[in-house]
């Protein structure tokens, strides 16, 4: 091998080393995305801010920063399956945001946390009900996808029934947010009902989307579209629900913080992380790290709202996101398989 050949190779090499740490690293920043987006949205809405104009904003907001990649990215292509758009947006986005955000209301950040990761299972267990998957028992992938499936039911099971003791590890930050807590054990059920409500509609909206992409493969323009039509609707449900305006007022506080946090980083930035680690990596890459935000938000909701952490609770979580980890790998080794 002559000096320019080894040249050669050290150039293919450093793209592939950095890749290592760099999509990792890309799908960390997204869970603290998503943690940070928990944390905030509980504390504002505990204080009164309104869940319908806090979805309004956040979708007015994602579609505006995800419109220069739009134009950028799939220039031209933004016209087109405005009906199924309309659709896409009040099944995968309305609907079940709305619906997260009063459940969080009702519960706590690192319980609310927790059903965002179960959505691929609820996913799975659909496809299968619908034979949009079949599952074969005799291969250990089948197998540990049952397993999966198992644990992860089990573990929201065990943390929805059984508390057992709280676990005092540390004092929180904001005492005055812990004291509300008392308040909102008495909607705990409630809370509970909309977020399945919510983790169901996720499932749903992917199982249509595979139909959205086939008629309208542009993601960008898909993606804004469905922020700025779910926003209207939303907002649309607000004003019908509450006139007030003082509800729909944003000043220099919190709530403006959290709008602004929630289009920015946890709509517009988690997205394109998202869609750069499907292409480098696949569609099985991002979903891996989906139980990290349950990591951090417990600990953070601990630390600094003073949300409790129970046996039950740790136990639950443990399983949840064991369950998870055994699903996903052997879907990818099943996606592998069939390739």
């Given at each position: 091998m002559d000096i320019a050949d080894a040249g050669a190779m050290m150039e293919r090499k450093a793209p592939e080393a950095a890749l290592r740490w760099k999509a990792p690293a890309a799908m960390v920043l997204v869970q603290l995305f998503q943690m940070g987006l928990v944390l905030l949205s509980k504390v504002?809405?505990?204080?009164?801010?309104?869940?319908?104009?806090?979805?309004?904003?956040?979708?007015?907001?994602?579609?505006?920063?995800?419109?220069?990649?739009?134009?950028?990215?799939?220039r031209g292509k933004g016209r087109g399956a405005s009906r199924w758009i309309i659709?896409?947006?009040?099944?995968?986005?309305?609907?079940?945001?709305?619906?997260?955000?009063?459940?969080?209301?009702?519960?706590?950040?690192?319980?609310?946390?927790i059903f965002l990761n179960i959505i691929p299972l609820i996913t799975f267990i659909l496809s299968l009900m619908l034979r949009m998957e079949r599952l074969q028992f005799a291969t250990m992938?089948?197998?540990?996808?049952?397993?999966?499936?198992?644990?992860?039911?089990?573990?929201?099971?065990?943390?929805?029934?059984?508390?057992?003791?709280?676990?005092?590890?540390?004092?929180?930050?904001?005492?005055?947010?812990?004291?509300?807590?008392?308040?909102?054990?008495?909607?705990?059920?409630?809370?509970?009902?909309?977020?399945?409500?919510?983790?169901?509609?996720?499932?749903?909206?992917?199982?249509?989307?595979?139909?959205?992409?086939?008629?309208?493969?542009?993601?960008?323009?898909?993606?804004?579209?469905?922020?700025?039509?779910?926003?209207?609707?939303?907002?649309l449900a607000g004003i019908v629900l509450r006139r007030d305006r003082d509800a729909w007022k944003l000043g220099w506080d919190l709530n403006l913080l959290t709008v602004v946090y929630s289009g920015l980083l946890a709509t517009a930035g988690k997205y394109s992380l998202n869609s750069w680690a499907v292409a480098k990596r696949g569609p099985a890459y991002p979903p891996m790290f989906s139980p990290l935000s349950v990591v951090f938000t417990v600990v953070l909701g601990s630390i600094l709202l003073g949300d409790s952490i129970t046996v039950g609770s740790l136990l639950g979580t443990t399983m949840v996101i064991a369950g998870l980890y055994v699903f996903l790998w052997a879907k990818s080794k099943d996606v592998v398989g069939n390739q």
């Open positions: 504002v809405i505990g204080h009164g801010m309104f869940v319908f104009a806090l979805v309004a904003y956040r979708s007015a907001l994602g579609a505006a920063f995800l419109l220069p990649l739009a134009l950028i990215c799939e659709f896409h947006a009040f099944i995968g986005y309305a609907v079940p945001i709305n619906l997260y955000y009063n459940g969080l209301r009702d519960t706590t950040s690192s319980y609310a946390i992938a089948g197998s540990l996808k049952i397993a999966g499936v198992l644990a992860s039911v089990g573990g929201t099971m065990l943390i929805t029934f059984y508390k057992g003791k709280a676990l005092h590890l540390w004092n929180s930050i904001l005492q005055h947010h812990k004291d509300e807590q008392t308040e909102v054990a008495s909607n705990h059920l409630r809370g509970r009902i909309l977020l399945v409500a919510s983790s169901f509609a996720y499932a749903c909206w992917y199982l249509i989307q595979s139909r959205v992409h086939k008629v309208y493969p542009y993601k960008y323009w898909s993606s804004m579209a469905t922020c700025l039509v779910g926003g209207s609707m939303t907002a």
